[in-house]
């Protein structure tokens, strides 16, 4: 480690590199744009070139093809949604009571589901992704919501019951098969979190 006010000499490279990531990112941020106005086929590389105001050529070369940029979109998709729940503003982020962080975790989830299914049911694939990754950073997040808000029960089990309402398979097929709205899962979404929380107050 380097003595306080040592520096080191100042390189033109990780400006580049920083540069590159911020441009990534915005073109990144226009895709999911695009999907959320026109759904999943209306991103192309062309629209995006387009949307971005910058050449087809630059997106090739960012993302190689549109596989390519579905998986990077992904990606980019996922980190934004876990800065949000670690790091944003309320009710979603640490400001918020836990129980409408749940709510809003939830909510926040399937609106990502609804405009990038496809993707999400694709990283679905597999029981390993239950040990690591994304899924373990989301229940540990929801495991410690249970916890604050006082649930009881054998809360990792609450957590992977409640994670199951949300894979994408599932969402999709509630969407284009029984013919929910994203609302009235989110709607039901709520109903569970409350109930498993405050279970007392929801006997009939």
Known sequence: MLPIGQLLPVSAEPVERADAARNRALLLDAAQQLVREHGVDGLTMDALAKRAGVGKGTVFRRFGNRTGL???LLDHSEQKFQAAFMFGPAPLGPDGAPVDRLIAFGRTRLLDIEVEGDLHRAAEQGSARFGTGPYGLHKAHVLLLL???????????????????????????????????RDQIG???EWLVRRVVSPAAHVE
């Open 187 to 189: 709607d039901n979404w």
């Open 147 to 181: 916890q604050a808000a006082g649930a009881r029960g054998t809360l990792p089990l609450v957590a992977d019951s409640l994670l199951a309402t949300l894979t994408a398979a599932l969402v999709t097929h509630q969407i284009e098969v029984l013919g929910y709205t």
């Open 70 to 72: 579905m998986l990077a």
